[in-house]
């Protein structure tokens, strides 16, 4: 079965550092979105992306979050300057065109800022 | 605002008894509901989802969840729980956009399995 693919599983990072987080969506989806959740928490909406822009972003996803669909296959999220408070665990998820398609998770990048 | 409640924290059940999860949703229209699942250290699995029509759904694994719509729920069963059941369970509401759903999750319940 076809499944969401996230690299790499660990991130350590200094504070002020840029890192990127990169996704491979399943290979007929058209959505993708990013979502995280801090340790011991729920998991939260970050972003969602379509037709190579931005369809929603929340309040969480400001000026030092971006995202990119750099080719045909790779969707990241690149954290310009990263905080403590980043450290977290970051999903990607991709679905199918229609609002009855389900999203479809990677296994996530645990994020760890110093 | 649309929003999901799971009012249960932990819950531990014993091996071959049935389980029950509850949720609560509140959302203006008609809800895209799911439940998805997450072992340690792993992502999340759709267990089952609720788009329209029948209000029993049936997912993976020997799960199932009804829709109550009186009653703002979706709550998950399970006749007879397994050891490997032990993971913590999320129920989501889909914030419908055009053609996609932004997914709002409850905070989770951690399960666990007793022998």
């Known amino acids: 079965e076809p499944e969401v693919t996230q690299t790499p599983s660990h991130q350590v990072t200094q504070m002020g550092q840029e890192v990127i987080l990169r996704c491979v969506p399943i290979s007929n989806h058209l959505y993708f979105y990013w979502y995280r959740q801090i340790l011991g928490q729920k998991v939260e909406f970050l972003v969602s992306?379509?037709?190579?822009?931005?369809?929603?972003k929340s309040e969480i996803f400001d000026d030092q979050f971006s995202v990119e669909r750099p080719d045909g296959s790779n969707f990241t999220l690149k954290i310009r300057s990263t905080k403590l408070e980043d450290s977290a665990m970051y999903f990607c998820?991709?679905?199918?065109?229609?609002?009855?398609?389900?999203?479809?998770f990677g296994d996530g990048t645990r994020l760890s800022i110093l | 605002a649309q929003s999901v409640t799971q009012p249960d924290i932990h819950i531990t059940v014993s091996e071959g008894a049935s389980l029950e999860l509850r949720c609560n949703y509140s959302?203006?229209?008609?809800?895209?509901l799911f439940w998805y699942v997450q072992s340690p250290g792993q992502g999340l699995q759709l267990l089952l989802k609720y788009f329209s029509g029948d209000t029993l759904v049936q997912g993976i694994k020997g799960f199932e969840a009804e829709f109550k719509r009186s009653q703002s729920s979706f709550n998950l069963r399970k006749p007879s729980v397994h050891w490997s059941d032990a993971a913590e369970y999320f129920c989501?509401?889909?914030?419908?956009?055009?053609?996609?759903?932004?997914?709002?999750f409850g905070a989770g319940t951690r399960l666990a399995v007793h022998p």
């Open positions: 989501a509401v889909g914030a419908s956009f055009g053609g996609y759903n932004k997914l709002i």
């Open positions: 998820a991709s679905s199918a065109l229609g609002r009855n398609q389900p999203q479809h």
């Open positions: 992306f379509y037709n190579n822009e931005i369809s929603e």
């Open positions: 959302y203006g229209a008609t809800p895209y």
